[in-house]
């Protein structure tokens, strides 16, 4: 199969098409039309297997992931997602794999109405794929991770250190129960970027941005860009019961803080608005826990019950 | 050397500073403004190790053409450049080579003042980009490769078929002498995105599309969008004096037809517009040709010197 024919079966005319698309996947560029008055916001992330994924994930799930995990930028600023283009290189054209992986990829842009407008395939030794995608915002509402400040409260959406259990599981590294592990799987598989979540902090936190190193790397980053500090309280960490009962709560707390691919939000607000927080997200029906505090001296400090507790999280680094 | 050190020390702060840019690199995605009265072109294009490019190629000129390679889409459509983001794969951190990588990055975005806005950078076993670009146009005005009429005359710009004979070179397939390899070698790693004369044809072409696969390939797409063939004067294509010495004209001729790479442009214009083309790009002071004509009839024939003549050219294609 030629690659033409390629997009042509697999790419073209999938998933939603939006009214502010004038030209779709097939030219040399796609033309879209970005509303008069609001921001337009652009995010690229790439997943490389052995890497990111390993080579036996199923392409639906890959499919998912690798969106999901865009569109997580996208709701870390609060944007509303609008495009995206997908630059895939396989080592080999697998009917069966590109049948799987392109109604993935339909099933989640429509979900979130987002269109491939674009995209390119080519040849390579490792399956990989890079998307950039693209959203909106209303003018200067864009959350920042640079917004943080002291005697703001630290936030976190859903649960964290599930997906890192999943890629136990899959490493062979835990001796899970079938629930369990069906359970780890599908958080390690299917993250749900929290999307409408983003939008409803837009008006209310400080500094956001998505969990997708783990979170005491990814908090590290939002402390040095906001040049503050912050304690964190680890008996605080959302954990389900499914984590604690899987691996004890010691290394629960070490897995929510080191785990990767959670892709849940770390937000920062202000004392005088967790009022209107508290308010907002449950009408929105996302769960969220306070754990802990922005402070003004630049360090990251964790405690346990009240005292100093020392964590082994790094969080994923590429390059070390 | 971390990631996030990497970025900072490579890529955030280089090239331009656009003003429709409100946060660029350092962030979960970037912001910009799309101006209200314009449509937005996105385009996406990679380059792979061993496929597009050889390890040896310097990085520099590497990073000229992945660069040059999207913005020749742009100017396929017409559309001013305006941001890109890079998603770059590596196996390993190598500090001269990223120095010179992303000041040839720099150098190119600097003179089409291009931002880049973001991106992402990890591990993979091969070397490998990712690059998504975006431009303007007034609304309404993108050409498309689907718009070629019977009738119309075709055209291209520049020279065809150079790049092929600088691959040639590198490939060792060749013994052209210094100079010939020194022009061949300029015209293989440093194409000249034909941005200027996409603006200018935007009122004037049928149809347009940048040449990446070569000529009988690309042309073959645009005829199957456009439902049209035609007939192309194999003798009216553009040959470099340098092509012709180095391999003879028939020769030269199968590689202006199949090489790839030239990231010229090949437009089609009605009849009642030549005239209006030749002032307008005279003006401009680019080279084009005209090659053929666009017939009602959907096949794609070669003509030399009034004769029919078969082409063994196919032009390049992933997975085949």
């Known amino acids: 199969m030629k690659e033409f ?9 999938k998933g939603p098409k939006r009214k502010d698309v004038l030209l779709g996947v097939g030219d040399d560029c796609a033309i879209v039309h970005s509303p008069a008055e609001r921001d337009l916001v652009v995010s690229c992330d790439t997943l490389v297997e052995g890497v ?8 639906e799930a890959l499919a998912h992931k690798a969106v999901a995990a865009n569109l997580s930028d996208l709701a870390a600023m609060g944007a509303e997602p609008a495009w995206m283009t997908l630059a895939l290189t396989m080592p080999r054209v697998d009917e069966d794999w590109l049948e799987g992986f392109s109604q993935g990829i ?17 040849r390579g030794e490792q399956l990989s794929m890079s998307i950039t995608v693209h ?19 630290v936030y976190v959406t859903g649960y964290l250190g599930d997906s890192a259990l999943g ?10 129960n079938e629930k369990a592990a069906e359970l780890a799987l599908q958080r390690h598989y299917y993250p749900t970027p929290r999307v409408f979540a983003g939008q409803v902090l837009r008006d209310i936190a400080n500094a956001c941005m998505d969990l997708s190193d783990g979170l005491s790397s990814d908090l590290g ?3 040095e860009r906001s040049g503050v500090g912050a304690v964190i309280e680890v008996d605080q960490l959302p954990l389900s019961e499914n984590l604690v009962e899987s691996v004890g709560r010691e290394h629960a707390i070490e897995m929510a803080l080191a785990g990767g691919e959670d892709y849940e939000l770390l937000f920062t607000v202000p004392q005088s608005q967790t009022g209107v927080l508290d308010l907002a997200l449950k ?9 802990g505090q922005i402070k003004s001296s630049p360090e990251l400090n964790y405690r346990l019950d009240g005292k100093a507790w020392r964590s082994q999280a790094k969080g994923y680094q590429h390059f070390e």
Chains 1, 2 share one sequence.
């Open 106 to 122: 339909a099933s989640i842009c429509e979900y979130y109405r987002v269109q491939l407008i674009g995209g390119d395939t080519c």
């Open 221 to 223: 980053h939002m402390l």
């Open 52 to 59: 990111h994924f390993l080579a036996d994930m199923p392409p």
């Open 135 to 153: 959203g909106h915002l209303p003018r200067g509402k864009g959350l920042r991770r640079s917004g943080a400040k002291a005697g703001d409260n």
């Open 167 to 176: 890629l136990m599981h899959i490493l062979g590294e835990s001796s899970l």
């Open 5 to 13: 024919e390629l997009i042509k079966r697999f790419f073209e005319n």
């Open 283 to 291: 009408e929105a029906g996302v769960k969220f826990s306070r754990i």
